[in-house]
């Protein structure tokens, strides 16, 4: 199967600072890198996802990057603010069913006002 | 649409007791998928259905655990008899293939707590 390494565990940043969250992936196969934010209580929510064939996206303050060689990815929040404050999971699969996720651990995100 | 409706969302249940967790996909999806998450060991997924069959139940712990999806509408994840261990969040998520940008959808989740 796929393994999934992510870190940090916990991350703590003041507003305004930016954030930045690593992960790495086993099988070269995997083409699909989505990632989920978490509140406590509360389902994983996509937000941002990047195809094998992509080096960089971006949304707004949100953005992630793709390294294929090296197999791994990076969620990068700028402009933070205490409402980022949440688990922060990335994942990956591969082939035809995006849906079969291997999930990395999570990143405790705390953003200090 | 509603998104994907999960039943219940919390249940607290004695040891040994069956379990029963239902979903409901989103209309028009043709893939399901039943995750767990637990702080040991994070979000797993346990089984995921393609139009109504079974496809890899790899993740699914032991033979306490069984699921079933009968229709398009609708699938049970159910555990007997339940162990303090199964205590754990269970999502269902769904998404079809040939859509556009083709995110997976999850539930709210089933909180389970096996006393």
């Known amino acids: 199967g796929e393994n999934v390494e992510q870190h940090p565990s916990t991350l703590s940043v003041q507003e305004g600072d930016s954030a930045v969250i690593k992960c790495t992936y086993s099988d070269s196969a995997s083409n699909y890198f989505p990632w989920y934010k978490q509140e406590l209580g509360k389902r994983p929510q996509l937000i941002i996802d990047?195809?094998?064939?992509?080096g960089e996206k971006k949304d707004q303050r949100i953005a992630v990057t793709l390294n294929k060689t090296a197999k791994h990815f990076s969620l990068h929040i700028t402009e933070t603010q205490p409402e980022d404050s949440a688990v922060y999971f990335c994942?990956?699969?591969?082939?035809?069913?995006?849906?079969?996720?291997?999930f990395g651990r999570g990143t405790q995100l705390t953003v200090w006002p | 649409d509603a998104g994907v409706i999960q039943s219940p969302r919390h249940e607290v249940t004695e040891m040994g007791q069956e379990v029963t967790l239902r979903c409901k996909p989103i209309s028009g999806h043709d893939y399901l998928f039943w995750y767990r998450q637990t702080m040991m060991r994070g979000l797993e997924l346990l089984i995921y259905f393609n139009n109504n069959v079974p496809i890899d139940d790899s993740g699914m712990p032991e033979d306490r655990f069984s699921a079933k999806m009968p229709n398009a509408s609708f699938s049970t994840l159910k555990i007997q008899p339940s162990e303090p261990r199964d205590s754990a969040v269970y999502f269902c998520?769904?998404?079809?293939?040939?859509?556009?940008?083709?995110?997976?959808?999850f539930g709210e989740g089933s909180w389970l707590t096996v006393v």
């Open positions: 994942a990956a699969s591969k082939g035809s069913t995006l849906g079969r996720l291997y």
């Open positions: 998520a769904s998404y079809r293939k040939d859509s556009a940008g083709n995110t997976i959808y």
């Open positions: 990047i195809r094998s064939n992509v």
